[in-house]
């Protein structure tokens, strides 16, 4: 099978090279990347995942290079979302034949949904680890002196919301990988503080781009100019809860394994095996001996040698990857399977025993609530990943046996 992007013009935009080699382009997806590549700093060319979508803002699953600006939007307002991993020295023989009991053990443990720790501490009616509040006091000063330049900013009690996975597609999972080790898998990000964030500063650039009556080709990239006041307020906000998403991982990777340890398994440890990457961020780099401003909407840092995660639906594999350092792509990967469809699609098109079939074997929910979730509104993970062959190498497969929904 030929590897490798597909070079598409854009008719006066830089090109775009478009990782999709087997795998649906929605077309109205290809319409949104085609706006961005007619952005006047775009460096070079738009990078494409495999697991393309449509986004608000920007194109999920885009890699946007630019020189001297940044668009809040294409970042959107879940801002540092990605996954964690870390592998436990539990074999699959060390856990019960029935997970129920691990799977209402977590829920315990990891506030979901709209919850956060206070409220789930009340609903549960019993002491709950403080071990997000320690966390907070190391991001509250940096905080404290964003809140006070942007006092919009100050929303949603982000202390009681670190260490919380939210709803939508945030979850936890517990997985076997192919020695039947026992791994912890999760993904979340900066909850309501980093919707603030992105929020604010989504309406900065839209007020300055009618000021400054830019011609945009969509609204929802309007952009800052490095060297301006909102330019350098943005990176240091928008860094700040990519600082806070890799925490609040970091926090409920924590209280997993202690829910873990509270269900009489055996004693385990966890080994250096353990990954913590954004997918939904901006960072400085160098691509093609140029400074650039490297914007990854639904995309994980994938460099030589750098471990990744790109994790399936529910009921499909995950795999711990190795970054190739593909130039191409400026060092990227997808960060999934990308949706399908849409939600309001998904729930048309799929039944409640659909769903059930396809999550066979995984202890989850299985209720009208999650079909918006269920494997058949996502791409064929396996085809996203014979996509991006020369992005990474696998290093785990992993299938999950538990999975906790928000």
């Known amino acids: 099978m030929e590897t490798g992007p597909l070079h598409l013009e854009t008719g006066g935009g830089v090109p775009i090279k478009a990782w999709t080699r087997g795998v649906p382009f929605d077309p109205r997806a290809r319409l949104q990347v085609m706006k961005i590549a007619q952005m006047p700093f775009i460096h070079s060319h738009v ?6 979508h449509v986004g608000i803002g920007a194109t999920v699953g885009s890699v946007i290079a630019s020189r001297a600006a ?15 991993a870390v592998r436990t020295s539990l074999s699959a023989s060390d856990l019960p034949d029935d997970l129920r009991g691990v799977r209402s053990a977590i829920e315990g443990a990891v506030p979901v949904g709209n919850a956060d720790h206070e409220t789930h501490r009340r609903r549960r009616k019993t002491d709950h680890p403080t071990t997000h509040l320690e966390a907070w006091a190391t991001l509250f000063p940096d905080y404290d002196r964003i809140r006070k330049k942007r006092r919009k900013v100050e929303l949603r009690s982000p202390e009681r919301q670190l260490g919380t996975l939210g709803g939508g597609n945030h979850f936890v999972e517990v997985c076997l ?6 791994w912890v898998m999760l993904h979340s990000g900066s909850r309501g503080v980093g919707n603030g964030i992105g929020s604010v500063f989504i309406e900065l650039a839209r007020k300055d781009a009618e000021r400054l009556e830019r011609n945009l080709p969509d609204r929802d990239l309007a952009y800052f100019d490095e060297g301006t006041e909102h330019f350098d307020d943005y990176l240091e906000a928008v860094g700040w809860a990519q600082r806070y998403a890799a925490v609040n991982r970091d926090v409920m990777i924590g209280l997993v394994l202690g829910a873990l340890r ?9 080994d250096e095996t353990a990954v913590n990457c954004h997918h939904n961020y901006v960072a400085r780099e160098r691509h093609f001996d140029v400074e650039l401003v490297v914007t990854r909407k639904g995309a994980v840092s994938a460099r030589d040698g750098e471990l990744g995660i790109i994790p399936g639906s529910m009921g499909a594999r995950s795999f711990i990857v190795r970054g190739k350092g593909n130039p191409a792509s400026f060092t990227s990967c997808s960060h999934g399977a990308g949706r399908l469809m849409s939600r309001t699609e998904a729930k048309k098109r799929f039944s ?11 202890e989850c929910r299985k209720d009208h609530d999650v079909i918006d979730e269920t494997p058949g509104a996502y791409k064929s993970i396996d085809a996203v990943m014979a996509a991006q062959a020369d992005l990474v190498d696998v290093v785990h497969t992993l299938k999950q046996i538990v999975c906790v929904k928000g």
């Open 262 to 270: 509270s269900v009489g398994l055996p004693a385990f440890t966890t």
């Open 352 to 362: 409640l025993d659909d769903h059930r079939a396809a999550t066979e074997g995984v």
């Open 177 to 182: 990988d192919e020695a039947d080790h026992v």
């Open 47 to 52: 990078a494409v995942m495999p697991d393309v």
């Open 70 to 84: 940044v668009i809040p939007a294409a970042v959107g307002v879940d801002i540092g979302c990605g996954m964690m």
